[in-house]
């Protein structure tokens, strides 16, 4: 029905006009009372827009390993560095202080807090390796690795799943048949 045009009691009529589907026992009820229809200009949703938009798309600029490395995680409380790093600019401008100068402080900022996360990892990998401890997981992975470590197990699974091995013998022995009847018919 996703092809038809019109709401759901003008498909349903016409589905129903058409013999192509019994009358369902609520139509006659929806067609007395129709379900309200709200107005749309130009049938267009409009593009919510923010005003700290144009600087996260300066970050972005500036920085486009943040888009990988800084993942945007929806559970999170914490806003991604791109949205701190644009409400920091407009925080700055608020105050009187110029754009290009409100973008340099937070970029410093951001840098700045980039490189205190590795030190503060690095640090806990050396107390934990001369307590002798195992190495804790590092709390601010980039979002890379954390879709390869997802990952990894599927991998080693297609070298020793043998259901894996099955469809790959199966895909090798087509590929094998499509070539024999290219080389006994002459060509492509």
Known sequence: MSYMKGDLLTR???LVKGLAKAEPSWLKAMERVPPPTF?????KVKKISL???????????KHPDSKY???IKMTAFNPPPARV???????????????????AVANMEYRAEKKAKRTAYARLKQITRL??????????PSAIK???????KYIRDRFF????????????????AVMQDRIRGGGW
């Open 12 to 14: 349903t009529r016409k």
């Open 39 to 43: 107005p749309r200009p130009d049938g």
């Open 51 to 61: 005003p700290e938009d144009v600087y996260i798309r300066k970050f972005f600029q």
């Open 69 to 71: 490395e800084d993942a």
């Open 85 to 103: 790093f644009g409400c920091r600019v407009l925080e700055l401008k608020e105050e009187g202080v110029s754009e290009e100068e409100a973008m």
């Open 131 to 140: 307590q002798g401890k195992k190495l804790p997981p590092n709390p601010y």
């Open 146 to 152: 954390e879709i390869q470590a997802e990952e990894r």
């Open 161 to 176: 799943d043998p259901k894996i091995l099955k469809i790959v013998e199966k895909m090798k022995e087509e590929k094998a």
